[in-house]
């Protein structure tokens, strides 16, 4: 047994990090598994690979504190929304402020050395670590082998030549891994993060541009068709019922809408101010334009929550009115 053999790991559900876990643990170390969850990527999934790995899960918060990130990333984004470097260095420096409270001694990660164009080439791994402020209390254990030593190394409390040296995008040598740990079913490499998907992103972007960029409004992007109405006013039509469901249990003081005598699609106003009559007359013709059952002229019910006491009647927009207000990238 190791001395100085208390870890704290950041864990993302995905087999690298899974497989760093078990290498460590096989080696004799105690690790605990932190994962941090967002707005943009929750637990569920990494909930589901440590149980299957035989891993108790620590879950943290840190989707404040991301928001923040996304306003002005210093390293910038990616294809899309993901500010990878940046979002990796919070993770870092989140996990480097809990060794202390956690008893533990230093940090691990399952990168593996230029798996990943931004965040996993040697300059960006470098920058997370620094930006982190607990760059020499990092060690990755499927790479460490490649990487310049930090200071468990240093101080023997782990063997440099007891990790691994695997690098690239091949997966061979982390299946072969999983084998020998008997490991059966684990996650594909990427996916997860929501700010990393296109139609995500643009609906994020429009919350940026009409500063809505808060927890009430975040929360209903992954679903449903968003549609800008004004500045301060949008409308999110669920476009199945299983979509329907989700929406549901994530209003809280939104103004419904929907056809009041036949059944169809459900909206959800988002607002930073009081609704004018005209934005609810517009979102009113957004949803009967989604009711098929509906007539061309027709009347639409809406309310706080589930209480659809107001009533106004309205006609069916054209396709083109409605693909003007359609923020883009949406189906």
């Known amino acids: 047994m190791h001395s100085n053999n208390r870890v ?4 993302s559900g995905g087999l690298d990090s899974v497989l760093s876990i078990l290498w460590m643990k096989k080696l004799g170390y105690e690790v605990l598994p932190v994962f941090f969850e967002s707005f943009f990527f ?18 943290i918060d840190i989707g404040e504190e991301l928001l923040e990130v996304l ?24 996990a480097g402020e809990l060794l202390e409270s956690e008893g533990r001694d230093f940090l691990i990660s399952g990168e593996v050395l230029g798996q990943r164009p931004m965040s996993q080439r040697l300059d ?4 997370v670590a620094k930006m982190s402020g607990f760059r020499d209390l990092i060690v990755r254990p499927l790479s460490q082998r490649l990487l310049a030593d930090t200071l468990p190394i240093k101080k023997g409390w782990v063997k440099k030549e007891e990790m691994l040296d695997i690098q690239g995008r091949s997966r061979q040598r982390q299946i072969e891994l999983a084998k020998d740990f008997g490991l059966k079913e684990y996650s594909t490499p990427g996916g997860g993060c929501l700010l990393t998907d296109k139609g995500y992103s643009e609906r994020l972007k429009d919350l940026f541009s009409y ?3 808060e927890g009430r409004f ?15 006013v949008k409308l999110i039509i669920g476009r199945n019922e299983q979509e329907l469901e989700k929406i549901f249990r994530l209003v809280e003081d939104e103004t419904v809408i929907k056809a009041a005598d036949c059944l ?15 934005e609810l007359h517009r979102a009113a013709e957004l949803v009967l334009s989604y009711t098929n059952k509906a007539k061309e002229e027709d009347t639409i019910a809406y309310g706080l929550n589930n209480d659809l006491q107001g009533k106004v009647k309205v006609h069916k927009l054209s396709r083109s009115k409605i693909d003007d ?5 949406n189906t």
């Open 42 to 59: 929750g637990a569920e999934n990494a909930e589901e690979a440590a149980k299957a790995a035989g891993l108790e899960l620590k879950v």
């Open 8 to 11: 704290l790991a950041l864990f």
């Open 218 to 232: 975040i929360k209903f992007l992954r679903y449903g068709r968003h549609f800008r109405l004004s500045p301060e």
């Open 325 to 329: 207000l359609l923020i883009k990238s």
């Open 124 to 127: 960006a791994m470098n920058a």
């Open 264 to 278: 169809g699609p459900v909206g959800v106003i988002n607002k930073s101010r009081e609704m004018n009559p005209g």
């Open 71 to 94: 306003k002005k990333p210093r390293y910038g984004f990616g294809k899309n929304m993901n500010p990878c470097i940046d979002c990796h260095s919070l993770m870092f420096k989140t």
């Open 211 to 213: 500063n809505m960029l």
